[in-house]
């Protein structure tokens, strides 16, 4: 059960009034918005020790001081890889000995606690430039702007990889118990290669890449999906085309052929995937192709098509209604990763 928040000393002093002034208790938990119990607590506790200040609490004074717990956050905030090795050896040179599991309780009192490093795409100052220019000169835009984009991308899905992750219930000593593990092989076993779409108004058409794209797989890919994609969304006229920057996507080519057939296309910073939507979207069509366990690249397609299909228009519709928290977002962080 979750701790309550103690209340104030104000707060205990005017139950003491309210009982001298001879209110009862549930007439005083009332007035107060205060539980009948706290209230013959406190004055169980005034009647006993004449005070409505907590007693002084048992257990052994902490090993810390307030000048080293500073000095272990001050650490860590300026580097966060620093370990619990490191910093018990800088209190015991400053005279304070102590154990790596106070230098755990330590921090977490101070709101710190340990994880594991997120790994994220590696920015150049030009891409981060970039970024934060096209946030900033698209942050006022309205959200029917958004609401008139197909955003689209490609993402490659193995087979037993990372994205096959779960929670088990199990005792103890039976985690290697078949039941309670996940099959994995060297190089995810597999995987399949995915081009897509989606606007606000739901997911668009989904296929699989079987080879290597170049340049004229990616118009051909484009040639049959966009526009029937788009005719599918019930777009608005005048609708915009987001992809980023791959160099299939830049192409000279590429780009006379969008020119042709009058797309409008959304102009794109390079290295930005937490501008993009569609990413959300990926991870949410992982997680439900995990869940279902495919044993075989041909299993596992049906199952990102079954899946993809069955994606919510709300969620779709979620993630373009707060694109603006995501630009605000990602000038706050300067470009560097956000919670998108």
């Given at each position: 059960?979750?701790?309550?928040?103690?209340?104030?000393?104000?707060i205990r002093n005017k139950i003491v009034d309210l009982h001298q002034a001879g209110k009862s208790e549930s007439a005083i938990g009332k007035q107060l918005g205060v539980?009948?119990?706290?209230?013959?607590?406190?004055?169980?506790?005034?009647?006993?020790?004449?005070?409505?200040?907590?007693?002084?609490?048992?257990?052994?004074?902490?090993?810390?001081?307030?000048?080293?717990?500073?000095?272990?956050?001050?650490?860590?905030?300026?580097?966060?890889?620093?370990?619990?090795?490191?910093?018990?050896?800088?209190?015991?040179?400053?005279?304070?000995?102590?154990?790596?599991?106070?230098?755990?309780?330590?921090?977490?009192?101070?709101?710190?606690?340990?994880?594991?490093?997120?790994?994220?795409?590696?920015?150049?100052?030009?891409?981060?430039?970039?970024?934060?220019?096209?946030?900033?000169?698209?942050?006022?835009?309205?959200?029917?702007?958004?609401?008139?984009?197909?955003?689209?991308?490609?993402?490659?899905?193995?087979?037993?990889?990372?994205?096959?992750?779960?929670?088990?219930?199990?005792?103890?000593?039976?985690?290697?118990?078949?039941?309670?593990?996940?099959?994995?092989?060297?190089?995810?076993?597999?995987?399949?290669?995915?081009?897509?779409?989606?606007?606000?108004?739901?997911?668009?058409?989904?296929?699989?890449?079987?080879?290597?794209?170049?340049?004229?797989?990616?118009?051909?890919?484009?040639?049959?999906?966009?526009?029937?994609?788009?005719?599918?969304?019930k777009m608005k006229r005048g609708w915009v085309f987001q992809h980023d920057n791959g160099p299939k996507h830049t192409a000279r080519a590429t780009k006379e052929w969008?020119?042709?057939?009058?797309?409008?296309?959304?102009?794109?910073?390079?290295?930005?995937?937490?501008?993009?939507?569609?990413?959300?979207?990926?991870?949410?069509?992982?997680?439900?192709?995990?869940?279902?366990?495919?044993?075989?690249?041909?299993?596992?397609?049906?199952?990102?098509?079954?899946?993809?299909?069955?994606?919510?228009?709300?969620?779709?519709?979620?993630?373009?209604?707060?694109?603006?928290?995501?630009?605000?977002?990602?000038?706050a962080n300067k470009e560097y990763k956000t919670k998108y």
């Amino acid at each position: 059960m979750a701790k309550t928040k103690e209340l104030s000393k104000d707060i205990r002093n005017k139950i003491v009034d309210l009982h001298q002034a001879g209110k009862s208790e549930s007439a005083i938990g009332k007035q107060l918005g205060v539980k009948k119990s706290t209230v013959g607590a406190i004055l169980g506790k005034w009647k006993t020790y004449k005070t409505t200040d907590n007693p002084p609490r048992s257990g052994a004074p902490r090993k810390t001081s307030p000048r080293g717990v500073k000095m272990i956050t001050r650490t860590v905030s300026k580097n966060p890889r620093t370990t619990r090795g490191d910093l018990v050896n800088d209190l015991q040179r400053a005279g304070t000995k102590v154990t790596k599991a106070t230098i755990s309780n330590t921090l977490r009192h101070q709101g710190l606690k340990s994880c594991n490093a997120r790994r994220v795409p590696l920015l150049k100052p030009v891409h981060v430039r970039a970024c934060l220019k096209s946030a900033r000169e698209h942050l006022d835009d309205p959200e029917e702007d958004w609401e008139n984009v197909i955003w689209s991308d490609e993402t490659k899905i193995e087979l037993f990889g990372k994205n096959s992750t779960c929670r088990v219930w199990r005792r103890k000593n039976a985690e290697l118990h078949p039941k309670n593990t996940i099959p994995s092989v060297k190089h995810g076993g597999g995987n399949i290669m995915l081009w897509g779409c989606f606007s606000a108004k739901g997911p668009g058409r989904l296929i699989r890449v079987k080879e290597r794209m170049n340049g004229a797989m990616y118009r051909e890919i484009l040639s049959k999906n966009l526009l029937p994609s788009a005719r599918a969304l019930k777009m608005k006229r005048g609708w915009v085309f987001q992809h980023d920057n791959g160099p299939k996507h830049t192409a000279r080519a590429t780009k006379e052929w969008l020119r042709k057939k009058h797309f409008k296309v959304l102009e794109w910073p390079s290295q930005s995937p937490d501008l993009n939507p569609i990413e959300n979207l990926w991870r949410e069509l992982k997680i439900r192709v995990a869940q279902r366990q495919p044993q075989n690249i041909t299993a596992l397609e049906e199952i990102c098509m079954e899946e993809w299909a069955k994606l919510p228009a709300t969620v779709c519709k979620n993630l373009v209604a707060t694109y603006r928290k995501r630009l605000t977002s990602v000038i706050a962080n300067k470009e560097y990763k956000t919670k998108y």
